[in-house]
Structure formats: C-alpha cells, structure tokens
C-alpha cells in the first residue's frame, strides 16, 4: 500500500460514526465559507476561464449534439448553444467534432443558454467581399438551391441570397425547377446588411454578355450572309430571331415558298434554326431574315417538272367562289376553275366538290412561268360523257328522272349521274299555266320526262314533262263545249280577270268583265283566293289551248234570287294600292285582251243589263199596283 492510500485510509471517517447534530454555535452559522479574498480570487478565475468571447463577435465552435431540429454547440462557455438545423446549408454533413464558426448573439438566453446563429457568422464572414463585388459591378459564382415564392435561392459564399424570377433569364422563365442545383454568374442589385438581405441577378449578366455580341455581330452583319438564331417570340406576322445580341424578323412570307397559314405552323418558341440575311438597315437596326431563301425557286425548271397535259396530283389548299387553288408540291399551286370542275354537273361553288385538304388528281392545261400561274383542270381526268350523249339520249326519247333543283323558269332533272336536263315551266303541263317550278314538283320527287333536244356545243339537255303524256286537248273539247256550266275555284288574281282551277287540272280565265259585278275597277275589290265561282265556258280553243269562262253567261238564265245571293257574296270593298298585286304573266293577262272575248263581254253585259232594267220595270209596276190598291181601299 502506498503512503498516499495508507493516509488516505488513516484520515477516513469511521464508517460506525455517526453524525453529531445541535452542536453547532450561532457564531459558527454566521461564519461566511469563503472570505472576501477568496471570493475575489474565484470570481477572477471564473473571468479568466471566458478571455475572448465577446457579444456581436464570430467564435469558434464544436459540435457536440445533433437532433432533429437543432445542432448543440459548445464554444468553452459555462452553457452550450443551439443553432437550427436550417442554417446549414448541407445537413447532411454535420457531424460531432467538427468545428464551426458562429456568431454570438447573447451569451445567456431566459433560459440560460448560449444564442448563437451560424447564418449571421456567415454573412459577417462574406459581406466584405459581397460588397466589394456590389460595388465594383464585378459578377459573384452561386449555385440555385431551392424555389421560395417570386424566384429562387442562391447560395452566394455560404449565405443565401434571392433571385426573383424576373433576373433568371432574358426571356421570360415558366419552370424554375429546371435551374436548381446549377451554378451561374450573378451580379448583386441590392445590399441591405441590417436585414441581411442581398438580391441577385443572372439577366444583367446576360444581358451585358449579349450587349458584347451584338456590338460584334453588328460590326460583321451583311447582307446575304447566312447565320444561326433562335426563336425568340411568334406573332401573327412573322417570327423574331435572336442572332445572338441582336433581333431580325422572319416575315411570314419568307417562311416558305408555300402557303402558310400561321408562323407555328414552321417554328417554335426556342428552336435553333439557319436564316439568311435580306435586309439590313444599320440606322434603325432593323434586321429581315428568310428561311425560304435556303433553298431554290421552285418555279426554276417549272416547265420540266409540270408540262402542260401532264396529269398529276395535288392538295387542295384555298377554295374561292371562282375556283379551288391546288398545291402541286411546296411553293408550286394551280387555280382549278369553277369551269374546269365537272363535264356534267352545274358547279354553283366549289365547296360542293372539294374541300381544303383533299387530295385531287388534274391535268396541267396551261402554265405561265414569268407570271407564275398554272390553269388545272379536274374534269380532264375523266372522258368527256358529252361526247357520246346525243347518242345516248335521241330527241324523244322517253326516261325516268329525279328532280336536283328548282328555279323560277323550270326544274333540273338528273336522267343519270351526274347528267341534268332542264325542264322549262312551258314544258310541265298541257293544261296549266305554270308561273313557278314549285306549283308542279318537289326536289326529289322522280318524274317522266322526253328529251327535246341535246346541244352538244352548249352542254345543255332540254326535256319535256307534258310530252311524256298524250294531249289531253282534243278530248277536253267536249268536257269544256262552249256554253258548258262548271265550277271553278279562283288561283289567281290579275287586273283585267282571275284565273280558275276547273275539273281534270285545266286552268281557265274569266274576264273582269265577265265576274258579273257593276262598276267593279278591279277583282281585287270583290274576290278572293279559294273562292268558288259558277262559271259558264264562252271560249274553248284547242290550238291555244285556252278556256275562258263567264260568269254573266251562267247567271243570264238565273232567277233573280241566284243573282242577288252570287252579288251578296261579292259586295265591292275599296282597296288600296298596296294591296293589290299586279301579276307579271304577259301570257295570262293576254287571256283577257282577246277580241272576241271582249266582244263577248260586251254582249254579256248588254244582256246583263237588260236583265236589270226588266227587273227594276216589274219592280216598279208592282210597287204602282200596290199603291193603286190601297187608294181604292
């Protein structure tokens, strides 16, 4: 044993003693433990154990704890401090033992720990340099860290400055992800050290870099020269290229030997392309590229690739009320005239043909190569059906029809496809006066018809309806002898008569003088459409093929109650201008105009008024023998 243990054992308490209480005097509790001086001598150790650390100042630091949300810091102070996890910018890398700078904020919190900032030690450390760059102007390395609203973080010396994303790029930036974790030149645009704040941007750098190729370009620019850009913004006119420090406009028209429609249809916001120099104006800078350029004319050795008679094919591209313009390849289009469409059908637009995108064969019919025009045709690909047609289809020869179309003057009835005829209003009916197509047919409705006649040179085709049927005139001649009474049902109203619909679809024509009305200026006044009349024939001509009828002639022989009830139904009713519609039809108003006719009238009215004046004189006699008989009385 040795004699440091051997005293150490004599000078122990005895492990049996037990501990004496109340045997302490008043002096001896107020006796203080330590004197003045050596209270002195501890305080001054204590300050001495602290040399060197100072508020406001950067100190060195050693890890010692690493949790979730914080990093424990021990700087030889009585109490460790704690910094966010946040502030470094690599977490990952921490580790216990390693040593830190911080900043001492406060050497005693309320709750009695160090406040230290790693942050605020790292702007301290930097800001110098920071400054120094801020004022120079001079460009700073930073690596883009993470987004944050308005832009993006840069690390810059350890220290975390903004970069809104207005400063990211020269053109406007939507995704920002695709900068993060690379590194760039920044110039620094705002400082502000009590707030720590520093605002960076990559713009001014790149535009400065972009101010010294554009001095350069410039300086080299000419006419003619090709040179490689890139889209810079697309409009409806045309395309900006940036050539690198400097714009040109790439017109619309310089796109393409074809036709465009839009400039997106050729490029994209960001492509990379080759364009040639047209115009310079260095005065106003003003720069016009073609992309077309790079390429040949295509209207060089035209006539080689299209001569004229050569059948080829083509994309229709543009439709006008004259035609459809067809692209032969890109830059080369030909006009198809509405003309030069169909051998057959009545083209009343192209649009009824074609459409834009439709592939169509054509046949080369003319080519202008100093006025760079090519006339196509579509129809020259197929025979021509007109060759052979008056073969075909003999003058009287009976068919079966559809009606295509109605017009005022007649029907276009399709005999086969793509084959019409006209039937003119004259040639619908034997017994009636067409005025409209549409009083006979309907689009659609299938009927008989005779082909009249077949002009080769005119391309037309006249057919028949009436003639598909036997003239029924002969045998109306006794349904309609003259002085036979009917009935007629009025369809038309004319100034000088009305036309009437009679049994066996004959039309027929009463005279304003023969409606049997006195003093009446026009039918207007006391007729109307669908009323029924009685009616006697005075007029009955097969060769004209005319009826006209009377009603004066049917009331002659008529006791006078018939035609006091027929001027009943007709009293006059004065009409205006307005309202009466004078009827075009030179043919029916001619019905009226007949000579005999009018002499018949005339007759008519002789009679009919020899009617009147019997029955006013019988009238009277009556009313004088009435009075007579009462005077006796």
Known sequence: MSEETLQAVVTAPDADAKPEYGNISIEELDTPEYSDEERQQFAAMYESSFTGIKEGEIVKGRIVGIHPQEVLIDIGFKSEGAISIREFSDPEGIEIGHEVEVFLENVEDLEGRVVLSKQKADF???????????????????????????????????????????????????????????????????????????????????????????????????????????????????????????????????????????????????????????????????????????????????DERFPEQTQTQGKVVSITDYGAFVELEEGIEGLVHISEMSWTQHVRHPSKLVSIGDAVDVIVLKLDKEAQKISLGMKQTDPDPWDELDANYPAGRKLEGTVKSLTNFGAFVEIEEGIDGLVHISDMSWTRRIRQASEMFKKGDEISVVVTEVDKKRRRISLSHKLAFDNPWPKLSGEFAVGTSTTGKISRILERGVVVYLDSDVDGFVPLSQLGIENLETPHQSFEID???????????????????????????????????????????????????????????????????????????????????????????????????????
Do not use: C
């Open 531 to 633: 009323q029924e009349i009685p009616l006697k024939v005075i007029e009955f001509d097969e060769q004209e093929k005319k009826v006209v009828l009377s009603v004066l002639e049917f009331l002659k022989d008529k006791d006078q109650s018939e035609v006091d009830e027929y001027l009943t139904e007709h009293p006059i009713k004065p009409v205006t201008i307005d309202e009466i519609v004078a009827d075009e039809d030179e043919e029916m108003e001619s019905w009226g105009s007949d000579e005999s006719t009018e002499k018949k009238g005339d007759e008519a009215n002789k009679n009919h008024s020899a009617i009147a004046s019997s029955d006013s004189t019988e009238s009277e006699d009556s009313a004088t023998r009435d009075d007579d008989t009462e005077s006796k009385e």
């Open 124 to 302: 301290m450390r930097v800001w110098d340099e920071i400054k120094d760059s801020h004022d120079a102007g001079t460009t700073v390395k930073g690596k883009l860290t993470r987004r944050i609203k308005g832009g993006i973080v840069v690390d810059l010396f350890g220290v975390e400055a903004f970069l809104p994303g207005s400063q990211i790029d020269i053109r406007q930036v939507k995704n920002f992800d695709q900068f993060l974790g690379r590194q760039f030149d920044f110039k620094i645009i705002k400082l502000n050290k009590a707030r720590r704040n520093i605002v960076v941007s990559r713009r001014a750098v790149l535009e400065e870099e972009r101010e010294k190729l554009r001095r350069e370009i410039i300086k080299e620019l000419e006419e003619g020269q090709v040179r490689e850009g890139v889209v810079k913004n697309i409009t409806d006119f045309g395309a900006f290229i940036d050539l690198g420090g400097i714009d040109g406009l790439l017109h619309i028209t310089d796109m393409s030997w074809g036709r465009v429609s839009h400039p997106s249809e050729m490029v994209s916001i960001g492509d990379r392309i080759k364009v040639k120099v047209l115009n310079y104006d260095r005065e106003r800078e003003r720069i016009s590229l073609g992309l077309k350029q790079l390429t040949s004319h295509p209207w060089e050795m035209i």
